[in-house]
T-cell receptor
Framework: KAGVTQTPRYLIKTRGQQVTLSCSPI?????VSWYQQTPGQGLQFLFE???????NKGNFPGRFSGRQFSNSRSEMNVSTLELGDSALYLC??????????????FGQGTRLTVV | LAKTTQPISMDSYEGQEVNITCSHN???????ITWYQQFPSQGPRFIIQ???TKVTNEVASLFIPADRKSSTLSLPRVSLSDTAVYYC?????????????FGTGTRLQVFP
């Protein structure tokens, strides 16, 4: 069965631009969680969507937003990009939510570089 | 959410057993202890989860003392392919998903 697919894998953007990242979960999974990973801060939770509704949100500014479609695919948008937004963005899918379970799987991530 | 403390890095040689300890003094009654593994340029991968005593699967063992204030991930006979970052997470996602923190993990380097 196909895993979690994130596109694109790599992205370079300029400060002030906006970016949209995509995550296709494992078939049948209704939850998609997004994480930001940087060398200094480690992996930090952004938000989680379940059945098209945002269920939880981490401590990130409003420039970070997301949505989930009826087919469970999710997109994450970052507006007015800053240099500090350069990171690996990871999404995880699971049937019922969260990542603290054996059924949660992460994608390979999208590496965003802001110049 | 319980804060965790684990060593920043560890070195080992192939064939040895590696034990990575995680401290979580403020663990709550509902919290589970979960370990993830992450290779460079890949997403984290679930390794093992436990609540108390000992849990073993085909990859690792997890030892949790009675007070649950710490836990030890044990990797038997490591190989070069076990070189990765290992994260200890403590929480209960039913109530605390927004506070889940992976932190910076323990970077394990296995030498031949």
């Amino acid at each position: 069965k196909a895993g979690v697919t994130q596109t694109p894998r790599y992205l370079i953007k300029t400060r002030g631009q906006q970016v949209t990242l995509s995550c296709s979960p494992i078939s049948g999974h209704r939850s998609v969680s997004w994480y930001q990973q940087t060398p200094g801060q480690g992996l930090q939770f952004l938000f989680e969507y379940f059945s098209e509704t945002q269920r939880n949100k981490g401590n990130f500014p409003g420039r970070f937003s997301g949505r989930q479609f009826s087919n469970s695919r999710s997109e994450m948008n970052v507006s007015t990009l800053e240099l500090g937004d350069s990171a690996l963005y990871l999404c995880a899918s699971s049937p019922r939510g969260g990542v603290l379970n054996t059924e949660a799987f992460f994608g390979q991530g999208t590496r965003l570089t802001v110049v | 959410l319980a804060k965790t403390t684990q060593p920043i890095s560890m070195d080992s040689y192939e064939g040895q057993e590696v034990n990575i300890t995680c401290s979580h003094n403020n663990i709550a009654t509902n919290d589970y202890i979960t370990w993830y593994q992450q290779f460079p340029s890949q997403g984290p991968r679930f390794i093992i989860q436990g609540y108390k005593t000992k849990v073993t699967n085909e990859v690792a063992s997890l030892f949790i003392p009675a007070d649950r204030k710490s836990s030890t991930l044990s990797l038997p006979r490591v190989s070069l392919s076990d070189t990765a970052v290992y994260y200890c997470l403590v929480g209960d996602e039913v109530y605390n998903t927004d506070k889940l923190i992976f932190g910076t993990g323990t970077r394990l380097q296995v030498f031949p």
